[in-house]
């Protein structure tokens, strides 16, 4: 065995020699120019290295759960399970996209882009004992693309394949090199034990616990009621850089409650310690500082500079909601002022983009860089496009707002309905009816103000109140025609935008393109965004997605919140210098009173 071992070791050195020769080994990578922490670097800016370790760390969800496996369609995974395995790189979130080695110690990056090889961390290791290998990369990667979630084998599709070329190497080849995002990507992929899952259904629902790679095991499952995970206090991981002040808790736990109702006063009840409060009647009114201080609580907003964008999104494969007209002329009906005025305390801003309150934004007329990707399509696109600024509709239409009641029911025309009765009908004589599915008791209330706009209209909104997991599940099955929904938008969109608006999955189960866009025009430019060379051409491209989605009035823009309002126990603390793009929970710990 240790004439084996000595082999081995002798054969990865001997891997690493001609790769220094060829590539030089990269600590990081990042999709433009260097990254921001060098090699040897000690720690995050944004995470406290000498935070203390202990206590617990208790949070809330609504619904239930029915698996630990978070990277399949079927089920509702817990919530925690991404705390279970590790990732080749760890993302840093106080750059746009860096990614820093985790389970990949090293990395090689073709100059060409055509592949990327990872380095196994040698000290990697599953909670078991065993070691991580290249061949549990290449398993993983394999795993994930054949039976995972729409969104992996969609990731996964411009990658040829995974070859392991060491016992610590694992070599990606790529279908073409325009894909600049592609090993960044790979850098994501949650590493999966192949002694455990090989002879396992991985698609199975059911609370097996996993062999796993991560800071965290799971400790005690209540099913469907809530999940402790505990520190695993050998892991491998824990002095890594990347790692250095995070992962503070002893002991992560999840408490599912009925709804939100419910699970704010079980936050007063001190039942658990956290609570991201997108509620503005909860946060104004109720979080009084008597009441504050009377539970140990703090309340505080923390910046955020992710465009987290709710939407109005149709479902563009139901038969009325074809017609963009039809769609646009929705949008007249929603009342944000009233809404924002007499229901959120004025805490929200209106949304004009699906990435508002950003630098992705699109704004005023299409740039000269924005017009190169948009001229060749000008005969496909609406003429306003290139000629006014898009701008979102807000009407009163119950307080007699006849200009927007005018063009949204000129549009109405247009699109082959008429009023009868106060009802639109089409040429074969259906009513205009539409329904929209909701999970929460805020997003009832906006949906039934639109309803009462869109009477004004002859429009008739049945508004449907389903629980969690019938809202996920219906999702999935396409199963909606308007829904309340945030696009899980980053600072640095890339190939997960063909995944939100691709024509290649706008019918496949558990597709993340919830409009169902089919645009030859939004594949090309969503196609495009991965291959940007440089910041401002990257922001180019969004922009010049942005206004084609706009005009295409797929979704309607409502509302952003500038900041993350947050309420939390007193024993929780968190390092002054927060990560801008995430609320990075790790970087907090736990200060006994």
Known sequence: ????????HLLLLTTLVIAEDKIPLKHAISLYGEPKYSAGFEHFDYAKPDAPKGGEFRQAAVGQFD???????????????????????????????????????????????????????????????????????????????????????????????????????????????????????????????EHYWKTRDFTASGFDVPVSSGPYQVEKINAGRSISFIRNKNYWGKDLAVNKGRHNFDRMIYEYYGNQSVLLQALFNGEYDFKMVTEPSTWNSLLTTSRLEKNRLKQETIQNHNP??????????????????VRESIGYAFNFQQLNKNLFYGMYRRANSFFAGTELAARGLPTKEELKWLTPWKTELPAALFEMPFSVPDSQLGSGDRVHKVKALKLLKEAGWQIKGNQQINKQGEPLVLSALVSNAEHEKVLLSLKDGLNHLGITLNVQRVDALQM????????????????????????????????????????????????????????????????????????????????????????YMPSWPVVYRDTLKHPENTSIYALDLSTWWYEAK
């Open 308 to 325: 987290q964008t709710l939407t109005l999104t149709y479902n563009t494969r139901h038969k009325f909601l074809k017609d963009p007209q």
């Open 1 to 8: 065995m240790k004439r084996l071992l000595t082999g081995l």
């Open 472 to 559: 996920v599940a219906r999702i999935r099955e396409l199963d909606f025609e308007l829904v309340l929904h945030v696009y899980p938008h980053t600072a640095s969109p890339g190939t997960e935008q063909a995944s939100l608006w691709g024509s290649d999955t706008f019918m496949k189960h558990g597709t993340k393109n919830l409009s169902g866009a089919h645009s030859p025009v939004v594949d090309q430019i969503a196609q495009l965004i991965p291959s940007a060379t440089s910041r401002q051409e990257l922001l180019s491209m969004v922009h010049a997605l942005d206004r084609v989605l706009l005009w295409g009035h797929y979704a309607l823009p409502l509302w």
């Open 67 to 193: 698996t630990i496996t978070p990277y399949v369609d079927r089920g509702s995974a817990a919530a925690g399970s991404h705390l279970l395995y590790d990732t080749l790189l760890q993302r840093s979130w106080d750059e746009p996209l860096s990614k820093y080695g985790l389970i990949a110690e090293l990395i090689e990056l073709d100059p060409d882009n055509k592949w990327v090889a990872f380095h196994v961390n040698p000290k990697a290791r599953f909670n078991d004992g065993q070691p991580v290998t290249a061949s549990d990369v290449k398993f993983s990667f394999d795993l994930l693309r054949e039976k995972g979630s729409t969104f992996y084998r969609h990731f996964y599709s411009e990658i040829d394949k995974a070859e392991v070329t060491a016992p610590m190497r694992v070599l990606f080849t790529f279908k073409h090199n325009k894909n600049r995002e592609l090993p960044l990507i790979l850098g994501q992929m949650p590493i999966l034990p």
